[in-house]
Protein backbone atom coordinates (compact mmCIF):
# COMPACT_ATOMS: atom_id res chain seq x y z
CA UNK A 1 0.00 0.00 0.00
CA UNK A 2 1.63 2.97 -1.33
CA UNK A 3 1.80 6.61 0.53
CA UNK A 4 1.36 8.54 -1.96
CA UNK A 5 -1.92 8.52 -3.43
CA UNK A 6 -2.98 9.31 -6.94
CA UNK A 7 -6.38 8.85 -9.03
CA UNK A 8 -6.13 5.39 -10.99
CA UNK A 9 -6.91 6.83 -13.98
CA UNK A 10 -7.84 10.37 -15.86
CA UNK A 11 -8.95 10.85 -19.05
CA UNK A 12 -9.05 13.63 -21.97
CA UNK A 13 -9.93 14.40 -25.79
CA UNK A 14 -7.16 15.12 -27.77
CA UNK A 15 -6.16 19.16 -26.71
CA UNK A 16 -7.40 19.26 -23.56
CA UNK A 17 -5.72 19.86 -20.20
CA UNK A 18 -5.68 17.02 -17.60
CA UNK A 19 -3.96 16.88 -14.35
CA UNK A 20 -3.01 14.22 -11.90
CA UNK A 21 -3.12 14.84 -8.37
CA UNK A 22 -0.55 13.05 -5.97
CA UNK A 23 -1.49 12.95 -2.19
CA UNK A 24 1.06 12.37 0.85
CA UNK A 25 1.61 13.57 4.59
CA UNK A 26 3.11 15.57 6.73
CA UNK A 27 6.27 12.74 7.00
CA UNK A 28 6.62 12.72 2.94
CA UNK A 29 5.53 15.61 0.69
CA UNK A 30 4.74 17.90 3.38
CA UNK A 31 7.86 17.53 5.35
CA UNK A 32 9.35 19.26 2.32
CA UNK A 33 10.50 16.58 0.30
CA UNK A 34 10.45 17.09 -3.41
CA UNK A 35 8.21 15.01 -5.65
CA UNK A 36 9.36 13.52 -9.39
CA UNK A 37 6.85 12.43 -11.95
CA UNK A 38 7.54 9.56 -14.37
CA UNK A 39 5.61 8.47 -17.58
CA UNK A 40 5.71 4.76 -18.33
CA UNK A 41 3.94 4.00 -21.78
CA UNK A 42 2.90 0.70 -22.56
CA UNK A 43 5.67 -2.03 -22.43
CA UNK A 44 8.42 -0.12 -21.71
CA UNK A 45 10.81 1.20 -18.76
CA UNK A 46 9.70 4.33 -17.08
CA UNK A 47 11.13 7.94 -17.77
CA UNK A 48 11.67 11.11 -15.70
CA UNK A 49 9.29 13.42 -16.24
CA UNK A 50 9.61 16.17 -14.24
CA UNK A 51 11.67 16.56 -11.15
CA UNK A 52 12.34 18.50 -8.13
CA UNK A 53 8.38 19.48 -8.66
CA UNK A 54 8.46 21.62 -11.57
CA UNK A 55 11.65 21.25 -13.58
CA UNK A 56 11.62 18.77 -17.13
CA UNK A 57 14.98 17.32 -17.92
CA UNK A 58 16.12 18.10 -21.44
CA UNK A 59 13.72 16.73 -24.36
CA UNK A 60 10.78 16.62 -22.15
CA UNK A 61 7.91 18.69 -23.98
CA UNK A 62 6.31 21.87 -22.14
CA UNK A 63 3.00 20.95 -22.17
CA UNK A 64 3.94 19.33 -19.23
CA UNK A 65 4.28 20.58 -16.13
CA UNK A 66 4.65 20.02 -12.22
CA UNK A 67 3.52 21.90 -8.75
CA UNK A 68 3.60 21.42 -5.30
CA UNK A 69 1.47 22.72 -1.93
CA UNK A 70 1.67 21.53 1.61
CA UNK A 71 0.82 17.62 1.16
CA UNK A 72 -0.02 17.42 -2.27
CA UNK A 73 1.53 17.69 -5.63
CA UNK A 74 -0.06 17.83 -9.48
CA UNK A 75 1.18 17.21 -12.99
CA UNK A 76 -0.45 18.41 -15.44
CA UNK A 77 -0.64 18.20 -19.25
CA UNK A 78 -1.92 20.23 -21.47
CA UNK A 79 -2.39 20.14 -25.06
CA UNK A 80 -3.42 15.91 -24.61
CA UNK A 81 -2.20 14.05 -27.62
CA UNK A 82 -2.39 10.59 -28.32
CA UNK A 83 1.03 9.85 -27.39
CA UNK A 84 0.14 10.81 -23.48
CA UNK A 85 -1.56 7.62 -23.52
CA UNK A 86 0.47 6.33 -20.59
CA UNK A 87 1.45 5.55 -16.61
CA UNK A 88 2.22 7.99 -14.70
CA UNK A 89 3.60 8.16 -11.03
CA UNK A 90 4.84 10.33 -8.66
CA UNK A 91 7.65 9.59 -6.29
CA UNK A 92 8.97 11.26 -3.25
CA UNK A 93 11.02 10.59 0.03
CA UNK A 94 9.21 9.62 3.36
CA UNK A 95 10.93 10.23 6.57
CA UNK A 96 9.64 6.35 7.52
CA UNK A 97 9.87 4.54 4.30
CA UNK A 98 12.50 6.02 2.01
CA UNK A 99 11.97 6.40 -1.38
CA UNK A 100 8.27 6.13 -2.15
CA UNK A 101 5.84 6.03 -5.51
CA UNK A 102 2.71 6.52 -5.78
CA UNK A 103 -0.02 4.60 -6.57
CA UNK A 104 -0.01 5.30 -10.32
CA UNK A 105 -2.66 6.98 -12.96
CA UNK A 106 -3.49 5.81 -15.97
CA UNK A 107 -3.93 8.75 -18.94
CA UNK A 108 -6.36 7.73 -21.70
CA UNK A 109 -6.64 10.01 -24.28
CA UNK A 110 -10.02 9.70 -25.65
CA UNK B 1 25.26 8.86 -23.93
CA UNK B 2 24.07 7.65 -20.48
CA UNK B 3 23.31 3.51 -20.38
CA UNK B 4 22.09 0.98 -17.75
CA UNK B 5 21.76 -2.44 -18.66
CA UNK B 6 20.17 -5.12 -16.26
CA UNK B 7 20.80 -8.63 -16.59
CA UNK B 8 20.46 -11.79 -14.54
CA UNK B 9 16.64 -12.65 -14.06
CA UNK B 10 14.61 -15.22 -14.53
CA UNK B 11 13.09 -18.92 -13.56
CA UNK B 12 13.81 -19.57 -9.48
CA UNK B 13 12.17 -21.87 -6.57
CA UNK B 14 10.84 -20.23 -4.15
CA UNK B 15 13.79 -19.68 -0.83
CA UNK B 16 15.66 -19.77 -4.10
CA UNK B 17 18.64 -16.90 -4.99
CA UNK B 18 19.51 -14.97 -7.81
CA UNK B 19 21.91 -12.18 -8.51
CA UNK B 20 21.00 -8.98 -10.89
CA UNK B 21 23.62 -7.22 -12.34
CA UNK B 22 23.14 -3.64 -14.02
CA UNK B 23 26.08 -2.42 -16.49
CA UNK B 24 26.73 1.27 -16.53
CA UNK B 25 27.97 3.51 -19.09
CA UNK B 26 28.13 7.06 -20.32
CA UNK B 27 28.31 8.54 -17.24
CA UNK B 28 31.11 8.99 -13.90
CA UNK B 29 29.42 6.15 -12.32
CA UNK B 30 31.34 6.17 -8.55
CA UNK B 31 30.09 10.07 -8.82
CA UNK B 32 26.28 8.61 -8.86
CA UNK B 33 24.03 6.68 -6.36
CA UNK B 34 22.04 4.19 -7.71
CA UNK B 35 18.98 2.12 -7.03
CA UNK B 36 16.91 -0.93 -7.50
CA UNK B 37 13.13 -0.46 -8.40
CA UNK B 38 10.87 -3.46 -9.17
CA UNK B 39 7.34 -3.67 -10.49
CA UNK B 40 5.14 -6.94 -10.03
CA UNK B 41 2.76 -7.94 -13.18
CA UNK B 42 0.26 -5.42 -13.88
CA UNK B 43 0.96 -3.45 -10.88
CA UNK B 44 3.03 0.33 -9.55
CA UNK B 45 6.16 0.72 -8.96
CA UNK B 46 8.24 -0.25 -5.56
CA UNK B 47 11.27 0.92 -4.65
CA UNK B 48 13.37 -1.99 -3.28
CA UNK B 49 16.87 -0.40 -2.71
CA UNK B 50 20.05 1.95 -2.78
CA UNK B 51 23.12 2.95 -2.64
CA UNK B 52 25.52 5.88 -2.24
CA UNK B 53 28.24 6.41 -5.33
CA UNK B 54 31.23 5.17 -3.01
CA UNK B 55 29.06 2.02 -1.72
CA UNK B 56 29.68 3.63 2.00
CA UNK B 57 26.02 3.77 2.29
CA UNK B 58 22.73 1.56 1.74
CA UNK B 59 18.96 1.53 1.91
CA UNK B 60 16.46 -0.88 1.43
CA UNK B 61 12.61 -1.21 1.45
CA UNK B 62 11.05 -2.80 4.25
CA UNK B 63 9.72 -5.74 2.38
CA UNK B 64 13.13 -6.88 1.16
CA UNK B 65 15.35 -6.27 4.47
CA UNK B 66 17.57 -8.52 5.18
CA UNK B 67 17.02 -10.75 2.32
CA UNK B 68 18.31 -8.93 -0.52
CA UNK B 69 21.64 -7.03 -0.42
CA UNK B 70 22.89 -3.81 -2.91
CA UNK B 71 26.30 -3.29 -3.81
CA UNK B 72 28.45 -1.74 -6.11
CA UNK B 73 31.69 -3.01 -8.01
CA UNK B 74 33.08 1.18 -9.10
CA UNK B 75 36.36 -0.28 -10.93
CA UNK B 76 33.56 -2.36 -13.43
CA UNK B 77 30.95 0.37 -13.46
CA UNK B 78 28.61 -2.79 -12.15
CA UNK B 79 25.59 -2.42 -9.78
CA UNK B 80 24.09 -5.80 -8.33
CA UNK B 81 21.35 -7.07 -6.34
CA UNK B 82 21.90 -10.21 -4.37
CA UNK B 83 18.03 -11.56 -3.56
CA UNK B 84 18.02 -14.56 -0.64
CA UNK B 85 15.45 -16.31 0.48
CA UNK B 86 13.31 -15.52 -2.76
CA UNK B 87 9.13 -15.35 -2.14
CA UNK B 88 6.55 -15.38 -4.84
CA UNK B 89 5.77 -11.82 -4.18
CA UNK B 90 8.81 -10.56 -5.64
CA UNK B 91 8.10 -11.40 -8.65
CA UNK B 92 8.75 -8.38 -10.21
CA UNK B 93 10.48 -6.74 -13.63
CA UNK B 94 13.39 -5.12 -11.61
CA UNK B 95 14.86 -1.83 -12.69
CA UNK B 96 18.17 -0.49 -12.16
CA UNK B 97 18.32 3.66 -12.13
CA UNK B 98 20.59 6.16 -11.42
CA UNK B 99 19.52 8.09 -8.66
CA UNK B 100 20.52 12.28 -8.90
CA UNK B 101 19.50 15.44 -7.51
CA UNK B 102 21.20 18.50 -5.43
CA UNK B 103 21.50 18.14 -1.96
CA UNK B 104 21.05 15.06 0.00
CA UNK B 105 19.76 11.75 -1.14
CA UNK B 106 16.20 12.42 0.35
CA UNK B 107 15.69 15.08 -2.70
CA UNK B 108 17.36 12.51 -5.45
CA UNK B 109 14.85 11.67 -8.35
CA UNK B 110 15.72 8.48 -10.66
CA UNK B 111 16.53 9.95 -14.26
CA UNK B 112 17.82 6.95 -16.31
CA UNK B 113 16.64 3.34 -16.61
CA UNK B 114 17.20 0.34 -17.80
CA UNK B 115 15.24 -1.90 -19.60
CA UNK B 116 14.31 -4.17 -17.30
CA UNK B 117 14.98 -7.73 -16.18
CA UNK B 118 12.41 -10.16 -15.02
CA UNK B 119 12.53 -12.21 -11.69
CA UNK B 120 9.80 -14.82 -11.41
CA UNK B 121 9.64 -17.46 -8.38
CA UNK B 122 7.71 -20.24 -8.47
CA UNK B 123 7.49 -23.81 -7.89
Known amino acids: QSVLTQPPSVSGAPGQRVTISCTGS?????????VHWYQQLPGTAPKLLIY???NRPSGVPDRFSGSKSGTSASLAISGLQAEDEADYYC??????????FGTGTKVTVL | EVQVLESGGGLVQPGGSLRLSCAAS????????MTWVRQAPGKGLEWVAS????????FNADSVKGRFVISRDNSKNALFLQMNSLRAEDTAVYYC????????????????WGQGTLVTVSS
Open chain 2, 51 to 58: ISGSGGST
Open chain 1, 52 to 54: ANN
Open chain 1, 91 to 100: QSYDNSLNYV
Open chain 2, 97 to 112: ARARGSGSHQFYSFDY
Open chain 2, 26 to 33: GFNFNNNA
Open chain 1, 26 to 34: SSNIGAGYD
